[in-house]
Protein backbone atom coordinates (compact mmCIF):
# COMPACT_ATOMS: atom_id res chain seq x y z
CA UNK A 1 0.00 0.00 0.00
CA UNK A 2 2.83 2.41 0.63
CA UNK A 3 4.98 2.03 -2.77
CA UNK A 4 1.25 2.38 -4.55
CA UNK A 5 0.92 5.38 -2.36
CA UNK A 6 4.43 6.92 -3.12
CA UNK A 7 4.00 6.20 -6.57
CA UNK A 8 0.77 8.20 -6.49
CA UNK A 9 2.31 11.29 -4.70
CA UNK A 10 5.13 11.02 -7.39
CA UNK A 11 3.36 11.11 -9.99
CA UNK A 12 1.01 14.17 -9.14
CA UNK A 13 4.36 15.85 -8.18
CA UNK A 14 5.55 15.15 -11.83
CA UNK A 15 1.94 16.51 -13.58
CA UNK A 16 2.48 20.15 -11.13
CA UNK A 17 5.95 20.00 -12.78
CA UNK A 18 5.23 19.96 -15.63
CA UNK A 19 2.24 21.89 -15.48
CA UNK A 20 4.10 25.00 -13.84
CA UNK A 21 7.11 24.14 -15.96
CA UNK A 22 5.93 23.88 -19.70
CA UNK A 23 4.58 27.42 -20.23
CA UNK A 24 8.34 28.48 -18.98
CA UNK A 25 9.85 26.03 -21.62
CA UNK A 26 7.80 27.26 -24.29
CA UNK A 27 8.26 30.93 -23.49
CA UNK A 28 12.13 30.18 -23.23
CA UNK A 29 11.71 28.58 -27.17
CA UNK A 30 9.45 31.68 -28.19
CA UNK A 31 12.50 34.12 -26.67
CA UNK A 32 15.16 31.85 -28.85
CA UNK A 33 12.95 31.83 -31.96
CA UNK A 34 12.17 35.72 -31.36
CA UNK A 35 16.17 36.32 -31.56
CA UNK A 36 16.52 34.14 -34.28
CA UNK A 37 14.42 36.25 -36.52
CA UNK A 38 15.51 39.47 -34.85
CA UNK A 39 18.85 38.78 -36.74
CA UNK A 40 18.53 39.14 -40.78
CA UNK A 41 21.91 41.38 -41.91
CA UNK A 42 21.23 44.39 -44.34
CA UNK A 43 22.04 44.92 -47.98
CA UNK A 44 25.60 46.40 -48.54
CA UNK A 45 28.44 46.72 -50.35
CA UNK A 46 31.48 46.47 -49.12
CA UNK A 47 34.84 45.85 -50.63
CA UNK A 48 37.45 42.78 -49.69
CA UNK A 49 40.77 43.00 -48.63
CA UNK A 50 41.50 42.60 -52.69
CA UNK A 51 38.91 45.32 -53.68
CA UNK A 52 36.12 42.49 -54.73
CA UNK A 53 32.64 44.25 -54.49
CA UNK A 54 31.05 41.91 -51.11
CA UNK A 55 27.39 42.03 -50.82
CA UNK A 56 24.97 40.34 -48.79
CA UNK A 57 24.67 37.76 -51.75
CA UNK A 58 28.14 37.09 -50.70
CA UNK A 59 27.33 35.29 -47.91
CA UNK A 60 24.84 32.61 -49.25
CA UNK A 61 26.12 29.28 -49.97
CA UNK A 62 25.51 26.05 -47.65
CA UNK A 63 28.09 27.25 -44.66
CA UNK A 64 29.00 30.78 -44.16
CA UNK A 65 30.50 31.90 -40.76
CA UNK A 66 30.86 35.93 -39.53
CA UNK A 67 33.13 36.77 -37.50
CA UNK A 68 33.10 40.86 -36.47
CA UNK A 69 36.08 42.00 -34.96
CA UNK A 70 39.24 44.16 -35.58
CA UNK A 71 43.00 43.91 -36.20
CA UNK A 72 44.67 45.93 -33.22
CA UNK A 73 42.67 43.45 -30.49
CA UNK A 74 45.15 42.16 -28.25
CA UNK A 75 43.22 39.21 -27.48
CA UNK A 76 39.72 37.72 -28.55
CA UNK A 77 40.20 38.74 -32.36
CA UNK A 78 43.25 36.36 -32.91
CA UNK A 79 42.32 33.65 -30.51
CA UNK A 80 39.02 33.30 -32.52
CA UNK A 81 40.33 32.83 -35.66
CA UNK A 82 43.03 30.74 -34.68
CA UNK A 83 40.00 28.48 -33.36
CA UNK A 84 38.11 29.25 -36.69
CA UNK A 85 41.41 28.62 -38.72
CA UNK A 86 41.91 24.75 -37.02
CA UNK A 87 38.12 24.37 -37.58
CA UNK A 88 38.66 24.88 -41.22
CA UNK A 89 41.19 21.89 -40.93
CA UNK A 90 39.05 20.08 -39.44
CA UNK A 91 36.49 20.55 -42.02
CA UNK A 92 39.15 19.88 -44.77
CA UNK A 93 39.63 16.55 -43.57
CA UNK A 94 36.60 15.82 -44.04
CA UNK A 95 36.12 17.15 -47.46
CA UNK A 96 33.49 19.62 -45.96
CA UNK A 97 33.87 23.67 -45.78
CA UNK A 98 32.64 26.76 -44.66
CA UNK A 99 33.06 30.15 -46.03
CA UNK A 100 34.39 32.67 -43.23
CA UNK A 101 34.00 36.15 -43.59
CA UNK A 102 36.44 38.57 -40.93
CA UNK A 103 34.68 42.35 -40.84
CA UNK A 104 36.20 44.99 -39.48
CA UNK A 105 34.55 46.97 -37.00
CA UNK A 106 37.73 49.39 -36.73
CA UNK A 107 37.65 50.49 -40.95
CA UNK A 108 39.69 53.78 -39.29
CA UNK A 109 42.97 51.57 -39.34
CA UNK A 110 41.85 48.37 -40.68
CA UNK A 111 42.53 49.48 -44.64
CA UNK A 112 42.25 46.53 -47.01
CA UNK A 113 46.00 46.32 -47.04
CA UNK A 114 46.59 46.07 -42.66
CA UNK A 115 43.58 43.56 -42.84
CA UNK A 116 45.74 41.72 -45.93
CA UNK A 117 48.39 41.41 -44.02
CA UNK A 118 47.07 40.38 -40.82
CA UNK A 119 44.83 37.60 -42.42
CA UNK A 120 48.22 36.63 -44.39
CA UNK A 121 48.83 33.63 -42.18
CA UNK A 122 45.54 31.98 -42.69
CA UNK A 123 46.45 31.52 -46.46
CA UNK A 124 43.56 32.93 -48.04
CA UNK A 125 40.87 31.08 -45.98
CA UNK A 126 39.46 33.85 -43.82
CA UNK A 127 37.94 36.72 -46.05
CA UNK A 128 38.85 40.09 -44.55
CA UNK A 129 36.09 42.87 -45.45
CA UNK A 130 36.50 46.71 -44.48
CA UNK A 131 35.09 49.86 -46.09
CA UNK A 132 33.52 53.09 -44.88
CA UNK A 133 32.67 53.17 -41.29
CA UNK A 134 29.05 54.42 -41.76
CA UNK A 135 28.46 51.24 -44.16
CA UNK A 136 30.40 48.59 -41.23
CA UNK A 137 27.86 50.47 -38.68
CA UNK A 138 24.75 49.46 -40.81
CA UNK A 139 25.86 45.87 -40.72
CA UNK A 140 27.22 45.27 -37.87
CA UNK A 141 24.33 46.34 -36.17
CA UNK A 142 22.06 44.37 -38.32
CA UNK A 143 23.68 41.22 -36.97
CA UNK A 144 23.08 42.30 -33.89
CA UNK A 145 26.84 43.19 -33.15
CA UNK A 146 27.65 45.89 -31.07
CA UNK A 147 30.82 47.64 -30.68
CA UNK A 148 32.15 50.62 -28.82
CA UNK A 149 35.51 52.59 -29.33
CA UNK A 150 37.05 52.90 -25.59
CA UNK A 151 39.61 56.17 -25.46
CA UNK A 152 42.15 56.22 -23.14
CA UNK A 153 44.12 59.38 -21.95
CA UNK A 154 47.13 59.42 -24.49
CA UNK A 155 44.31 58.96 -27.10
CA UNK A 156 44.66 55.49 -28.37
CA UNK A 157 41.59 53.25 -28.57
CA UNK A 158 40.43 50.00 -28.28
CA UNK A 159 37.20 48.27 -29.63
CA UNK A 160 34.87 46.51 -27.09
CA UNK A 161 32.71 44.25 -29.13
CA UNK A 162 30.38 41.36 -28.69
CA UNK A 163 32.09 38.38 -30.48
CA UNK A 164 30.14 35.13 -31.22
CA UNK A 165 30.98 34.03 -34.77
CA UNK A 166 27.89 33.86 -36.64
CA UNK A 167 26.55 30.95 -38.58
CA UNK A 168 24.65 30.99 -42.23
CA UNK A 169 23.05 29.07 -44.14
CA UNK A 170 22.03 30.55 -47.58
CA UNK A 171 22.50 34.12 -46.16
CA UNK A 172 20.26 33.36 -43.17
CA UNK A 173 21.34 32.88 -39.41
CA UNK A 174 21.04 29.50 -38.09
CA UNK A 175 23.66 29.59 -35.22
CA UNK A 176 26.31 31.30 -33.25
CA UNK A 177 29.81 29.78 -31.73
CA UNK A 178 30.91 32.07 -28.68
CA UNK A 179 34.46 31.85 -26.71
CA UNK A 180 33.07 29.40 -24.47
CA UNK A 181 32.96 26.10 -27.35
CA UNK A 182 35.61 24.21 -27.48
CA UNK A 183 36.60 23.23 -30.89
CA UNK A 184 34.88 19.79 -30.87
CA UNK A 185 31.40 21.91 -29.60
CA UNK A 186 31.85 24.44 -32.40
CA UNK A 187 32.52 21.66 -35.18
CA UNK A 188 29.36 19.94 -33.84
CA UNK A 189 27.08 23.08 -34.54
CA UNK A 190 28.55 23.74 -37.61
CA UNK A 191 28.00 20.32 -39.27
CA UNK A 192 24.18 20.59 -37.91
CA UNK A 193 23.88 23.68 -40.44
CA UNK A 194 26.63 21.64 -43.38
Known sequence: MKLKTS?????????IFLF????????????KDEYVASIKGSPFELKDINRNLITEKSFE?????????????????PLTLNKINLILEE?????????????????????????????SSYENKIIGITGEPEKIFV???????????????????TVDHSSPILLLKNGKYKNRITHHNDIEESLKIIKKIL
Open 7 to 15: ITIIAGCFV
Open 139 to 157: LSKSWNIKSQKIFSEDGNY
Open 61 to 77: GPATALFFGFTNCPDVC
Open 20 to 31: IMLPIFLSIQDQ
Open 91 to 119: LKKEKKTLKVFFISIDPDRDTPEVMKDYL
